[in-house]
């Protein structure tokens, strides 16, 4: 499922993942539809992006998304562990997911 930055996105739209804040907290369950309130809650919690559910099959946090904006998920990354990333396994993590991002950017 794509990942859509905070501003593209638009009341209806439906989330394909769970969406965390930056210490891991559930701030929107998957499968939600996104309305203007919920929007600018995410906003004001400062989330960058949002995996969207465009259709064709059910929403499944199993599926690997399709980075089709890599900026925009590295931001999403940076975002998730902002305050993580100083123990050495969680900079691991955010190295391989940076990496990955920054290969597909080359295809």
């Given at each position: 499922?794509?990942?859509?930055?905070?501003?593209?996105?638009?009341?209806?739209?439906?989330?394909?993942?769970?969406?965390?804040?930056?210490?891991?907290?559930?701030?929107v369950?998957?499968?939600?539809?996104?309305?203007?309130?919920?929007?600018?809650?995410?906003?004001?919690?400062?989330v960058?992006?949002?995996?969207?559910?465009?259709?064709?099959?059910?929403?499944?946090?199993?599926?690997?998304?399709?980075?089709?904006?890599?900026?925009?998920?590295?931001?999403?990354?940076?975002?998730?562990?902002?305050?993580?990333?100083?123990?050495?396994?969680?900079?691991?993590?955010?190295?391989?997911?940076?990496?990955?991002?920054?290969?597909?950017?080359?295809?």
């Amino acid at each position: 499922m794509p990942l859509f930055p905070l501003d593209k996105v638009t009341p209806g739209m439906k989330t394909a993942a769970p969406v965390l804040d930056s210490g891991g907290m559930l701030l929107v369950r998957e499968g939600a539809e996104l309305t203007p309130e919920l929007i600018e809650r995410l906003r004001n919690r400062k989330v960058p992006a949002v995996d969207i559910f465009l259709g064709g099959s059910q929403p499944s946090s199993g599926t690997p998304l399709a980075v089709t904006d890599p900026d925009a998920a590295q931001a999403a990354l940076a975002h998730a562990f902002e305050k993580a990333n100083a123990h050495p396994v969680m900079k691991a993590l955010f190295d391989a997911a940076s990496e990955r991002i920054r290969a597909g950017r080359k295809k």
